[in-house]
């Protein structure tokens, strides 16, 4: 049975943020005791070209919706994340802020006690600090009735990659500053959530006698530049744990993961229209076709996509069928031809 999940982005209380891993900064920290909190919509995500400890500095352009006053459009101007955290900061996803009632153009995340970042304790941390992923247009294959449980390598960019290869969608992930060695906790909460997998990352768990986790078996087939080794050590990611969870997919009637063009894609390219190629799965049409990560998709069966977001319902509407595709690859006008899977 086809299910189709929405799930609401989140973000982690301050205090959960793993040394050396993960964490947030920004610029206005006053604005957690005197800004007003309100909802805020990213529209666009940037990388600034800083890391902390091999982590990027991102930048975000949000519309906040204040609750007294029309939305309007402000800059975040830094925001460290992991590059697990990277799905929760894509145009559309909603995030809690503060911004300041003399001069709205300041804005910061909001992460001060009471504000929709925190999260109720319930006695389970891998509940308490998820921080959920927004899944659109997806049709996830039920877990199986044993979470599969791995443990990510030193590269978790390399096993992103090889998930998405693999038809595996993230769904969001918890990290825990102390404690949380119980794994059935960890395994309580992907059940709860629908999870086919778990990749585990920091400090080992406390392991019934003759249990191991299983190195992450998946490799990615393309690197995209200086890449981990699959089934390493784990990245040193100071005291505490970060767990990932995963579904699975059905078959794709196309079969690639995309994201909107950024300013800097739509400047270089001199277009607003199209859609970014960030990983295709193994096996499917697209991969058949040779549409390649990085390839922008300018037109599907002679449509162009103006709306990104829309093409997985539009595949859907023509599924089975053989279309032209027009992409830009390198700065080359290229076309090919794409024979769609049937719908599952």
């Known amino acids: ?20 891993c993960s964490g947030l900064y920004y610029s206005d920290s006053d604005l957690v005791a005197t800004g007003v909190s309100a ?18 500095v991102i930048g975000l352009r949000v519309r906040v919706k204040p609750a007294d006053r029309p939305p309007y459009e402000a800059t975040i101007k830094r925001v460290l994340i992991s590059q697990l955290e990277i799905p929760q900061f894509q145009p559309g996803a909603v995030i809690p802020v503060r911004f300041d009632p003399k001069d709205p153009s300041r804005v910061s995340i909001d992460l001060s006690p009471g504000s929709p970042a925190k999260t109720a304790g319930t006695g389970n941390p891998y509940h308490d600090f998820f921080a959920a992923n927004a899944v659109q247009g997806a049709a996830l294959i039920p877990p199986p009735a ?39 906790q960890a395994v309580d909460q992907g059940r709860q959530i629908g999870a086919s997998m778990m990749v585990v990352y920091g400090e080992p768990f406390a392991m019934p006698a003759g249990e191991t986790v299983k190195a992450l078996p998946f490799h990615p087939s393309f690197a995209g530049g200086e890449a981990g080794t ?38 270089r390219l001199r277009r607003n229209n199209g859609m970014f190629v960030g ?23 002679g449509k162009l996509i103006l709306d990104a977001t829309a093409v997985p319902a539009f595949l859907e509407s023509i599924a089975g069928k053989k279309v032209r595709v027009e992409l830009v690859r390198m700065g080359s006008p290229l076309a090919v031809t794409v024979q769609l899977k049937d719908l599952e």
């Open 1 to 20: 049975m086809r299910r189709t999940v929405r799930l609401i982005t989140l973000l982690l209380p301050l205090a959960a943020l793993l040394a050396g």
């Open 39 to 56: 909802q805020a919509e990213i529209l666009e995500h940037w990388e600034t070209g800083i890391k902390v400890n091999d982590e990027p």
């Open 279 to 301: 990983t295709v799965i193994n096996g499917s049409p697209a991969a058949a076709a040779g549409i390649q990560e990085g390839d922008v998709i300018l037109a599907i069966d």
């Open 146 to 184: 044993a979470l599969e449980i791995y443990r990510g390598s030193s590269d978790d960019s390399a096993d992103i990659r090889a998930l998405n290869e693999h038809s595996y969608v993230s769904l969001g992930y918890s990290q825990v500053a102390k404690g949380g060695s119980d794994l059935g």
């Open 230 to 267: 699959i089934g390493s050590a784990p990245r040193p990611v100071g005291k505490g744990r970060l767990v990932a969870y995963w579904a699975r997919t059905r078959p794709s009637v196309f079969g690639i993961f995309s994201r909107p063009l950024n300013d800097e894609e739509k400047t």
